[in-house]
């Protein structure tokens, strides 16, 4: 069963932070924000990509969060001022999610 999921970080240094970006893209994750990644991960890749993107970080300066989300839950979401970044995303992928 795929899961909808966000990951979110916060990277102080640029080559962890590509590989990390590069691993949320290789699972099929698409980026809505610069540090934001969303997309559906089934529940075995959701847990290799965490282990994935802790073996990239730096647990002592970084940050990273990977949130499940039901399906109901996701449509709860409010999306407020800016929301995403239109650069990243167009109309076609919001219709993915929203």
């Known amino acids: 069963m795929a899961v909808l999921t966000w990951v979110i970080y916060d ?13 949320c893209k290789k699972a099929g994750l698409i980026r809505v ?27 002592e300066t970084d940050s990273l969060y990977l949130f ?8 709860r ?8 970044d239109k650069k990243l995303v167009n109309d076609e992928v919001l219709a993915q999610f929203f």
């Open 68 to 75: 499940p989300f039901s399906q109901e839950d996701f449509r």
């Open 33 to 59: 924000q610069k540090s934001v990644f969303l997309g559906k991960l089934e529940w075995n890749r959701f847990d290799e990509l965490g282990e994935k993107c802790r073996s990239l970080i730096n647990e």
């Open 77 to 84: 979401v409010q999306v407020l001022g800016q929301g995403f």
């Open 11 to 23: 990277i102080a240094e640029n080559k962890p932070r590509t590989k990390v970006a590069k691993e």
